[in-house]
Nanobody, 122 residues
Framework: QVQLVESGGGLVQAGDSLRLSCKAS????????MAWYRQAPGKERELVAS???????FYSDSVKGRFTISRDNAWSTMDLQMNSLKPEDAAVYYC????????????????WGQGTQVTVSS
């Protein structure tokens, strides 16, 4: 089993920055494909960014150029640096992990965190 815990959410103004962190435990971190998802009120969950076991990254068009996903295998953590935040970025952000690299393409992740709230005021 893999346990995921997100942290770093909060209330910021448009244009500000936040860094979210996800701590994984229960399995070797370097064996996991990882991703950040978010869900805003009234909207479906959407992929924000993903990172493979080898460090290859993918970003949704809405955050490309503003957000950066990274992982530190030594500390079993994954971060999401969010810059130039917009009101439309407000959502609950979830950390996801999978033993199968195909999750990076299918979105079928095996493990999920409880989420952390990001609120952006204009």
């Amino acid at each position: 089993q893999v346990q995921l815990v997100e942290s770093g959410g909060g209330l910021v103004q448009a244009g500000d920055s936040l860094r979210l962190s996800c701590k994984a435990s229960g399995r070797a971190f370097n064996s996991l494909a990882m991703a950040w998802y978010r869900q805003a009120p009234g909207k479906e969950r959407e992929l924000v960014a993903s990172i493979s076991r080898g460090g290859n990254t993918f970003y949704s068009d809405s955050v490309k150029g503003r957000f950066t996903i990274s992982r530190d295998n030594a500390w079993s953590t994954m971060d999401l640096q969010m810059n130039s935040l917009k009101p439309e970025d407000a959502a609950v952000y979830y950390c996801a992990a999978s033993l199968a690299g195909t999750a990076l393409y299918t979105g079928k992740y095996d493990y999920w965190g409880q989420g952390t709230q990001v609120t952006v005021s204009s």
